[in-house]
C-alpha cells in the first residue's frame, strides 16, 4: 500500500514537471550600450594672418654741406642752408632728405678733411659753399667717382664728371640796389665793404656801381676791400671810415657785413643787402636786399645725381629765373619814383634792355 502510494505521488510529480516544467530564469538584461565617447573634433587651426608686405622705405637723400661761417650769418653761407631746408621740406622731411653741415670752416685744410669724410661715409652730394674750396675738391671728387660734388660761386668744374658749379649774377641785384641808392642818397657819398675782389663779391660791387651812376653819374662811391670775409670789426670799421668821408648810404657782401649794418642802424643811414635777407639786423637802416636763393641750381644737381648723373654742369641763379630775389624793406619809406625805377631796373635786365656791365 505504501509503495503503492509512492507511486502515485512520483506518478504525480512527474506529470506536474511535464505540463509546466521548472520556472524560467529570467534572461539577463542586454547591457546598456555605452555611448561611445563622442570624439570632438578637433579645432580648426587658425591660418596665420598674412603680414602686410611691409613696403621697404626710400633710403634719404643724404647732403652734406661746408661753409666758411655760420648757418645764420644773414649772406653767404645762410643762403644755401636756407635753399636745402627749402629742398628737405619740399621732398618730405627729414626721412626723405638728410642734411649734415660743417660751418667756420675758414681753414680750407680743415674743410678738406670735412669733404673727403663726408664722402666716405657715403653722403649722395657734398658741396662745398666757398671758392676758396676748389683745389680741395679738384683733389678728393676723383677718389669718389660715384658721390655728387659741387662747389661755388664759379662756372669751373674742372672737367670733372662728378663736380658740379654755380654761380650768382650778383652783379644784376647789385645794379638794382645801386639805383636804389643814389635815389635815396642825399650826400651824394656812398661807402661799399667789400671782403676781398673776387667772385660774387667782386660781381655785387661792379653792378652796384654801375646801377648807382645811371641814376648820378657824379655819384662819389668810395670801396674798402678788407681783406676778409668773417672780420665784423673790419667791416665796421670801414663802415665808419666811409661815414667819416661823408657817406649816408652803405652797402656790403659777405658775412662780415653785420657790424656794418649796426652801424647804419645806429646811425640812420641807408643799407642795401645782398645775398641773404638782412632787414633783421637793420629794421629801420635796410632799403633792400637781393636775397640768393640757390633752390633751383640745387634741386637739378639732386635731380641729375638720382638719375646717375653725378655732375659736369654749371648752374647760374638770376633775377629772370628767379634765382635772384629783390627783397623790399616795407617799413622802409622808399619814395614810389624810387621804388619805380628799381622796379623798372629789375625788368630791364630780365628782358635784355639793361646789359649790366661786369668787366
Not at 637802416?285 to 654749371?314: C, H, L, M, P, R
Not at 628767379?322 to 622802409?332: I, Q, R, T
Request: glycine share 10%; with cysteine.
Amino acid at each position: 500500500m505504501k509503495k503503492l502510494l509512492f507511486v502515485l505521488v512520483l506518478t504525480f510529480a512527474l506529470a506536474l514537471t511535464a505540463c509546466g516544467g521548472a520556472p524560467a530564469e529570467p534572461a539577463p538584461e542586454a547591457p546598456a550600450a555605452e555611448e561611445a565617447p563622442a570624439e570632438e573634433a578637433p579645432a580648426a587651426e587658425e591660418a596665420p594672418a598674412e603680414e602686410a608686405p611691409v613696403e621697404e622705405m626710400a633710403e634719404a637723400f643724404k647732403v652734406a654741406v661746408i661753409m666758411p661761417s655760420s648757418i645764420t650769418d644773414l649772406a653767404f653761407s645762410q643762403s644755401m642752408f636756407d635753399a636745402l631746408l627749402s629742398i628737405q621740406e619740399e621732398m618730405g622731411g627729414e626721412e626723405a632728405m638728410e642734411i649734415a653741415y660743417s660751418e667756420g670752416m675758414f681753414k680750407v685744410d680743415d674743410a678738406a678733411a670735412a669733404i673727403r669724410d663726408y664722402a666716405a661715409e657715403g653722403y649722395d652730394l657734398v658741396i662745398a659753399h666757398g671758392s676758396q674750396y676748389g683745389s680741395s675738391l679738384q683733389e678728393i671728387a676723383p677718389d669718389f667717382p660715384e658721390t655728387a660734388f659741387a662747389w661755388g660761386t664759379t662756372l669751373e668744374t674742372f672737367g670733372e664728371p662728378n663736380i658740379s658749379a654755380y654761380e650768382a649774377n650778383s652783379h644784376e641785384g647789385g645794379y638794382v640796389n645801386g639805383v636804389l641808392a643814389a635815389s635815396v642818397s642825399e650826400s651824394g657819398v656812398i661807402g661799399v665793404v667789400g671782403p676781398i675782389e673776387v667772385g660774387d663779391a667782386a660781381l655785387y660791387v661792379k653792378g652796384f656801381i654801375a646801377g648807382a651812376e645811371s641814376v648820378n653819374p657824379d655819384i662819389d662811391i668810395k670801396i674798402i676791400w678788407t681783406g676778409s670775409f668773417g672780420d665784423t670789426g673790419l667791416g665796421t670799421e670801414a663802415a665808419n671810415t666811409h661815414v667819416a668821408a661823408g657817406a649816408d648810404v652803405l652797402t656790403g657782401t659777405a658775412q662780415m657785413v653785420t657790424g656794418a649794418i649796426g652801424l647804419a642802424q645806429e646811425q640812420g643811414l641807408a643799407w642795401f643787402g645782398t645775398q641773404s635777407a638782412q632787414t633783421s639786423v637793420g629794421p629801420d637802416a635796410v632799403v633792400a636786399n637781393q636775397v640768393y636763393d640757390w633752390t633751383s641750381a640745387i634741386k637739378e644737381v639732386i635731380a641729375g645725381t638720382k638719375e646717375g648723373d653725378f655732375g659736369g654742369e654749371a648752374y647760374t641763379i638770376t633775377l629772370e629765373n628767379g634765382g635772384l630775389v629783390m627783397d623790399y624793406n616795407s617799413n622802409y619809406a622808399l619814395s614810389d619814383e624810387a621804388k619805380a625805377a628799381a622796379d623798372a631796373a629789375v625788368q630791364g635786365i630780365i628782358d635784355g634792355s639793361i646789359v649790366v656791365p661786369v668787366e
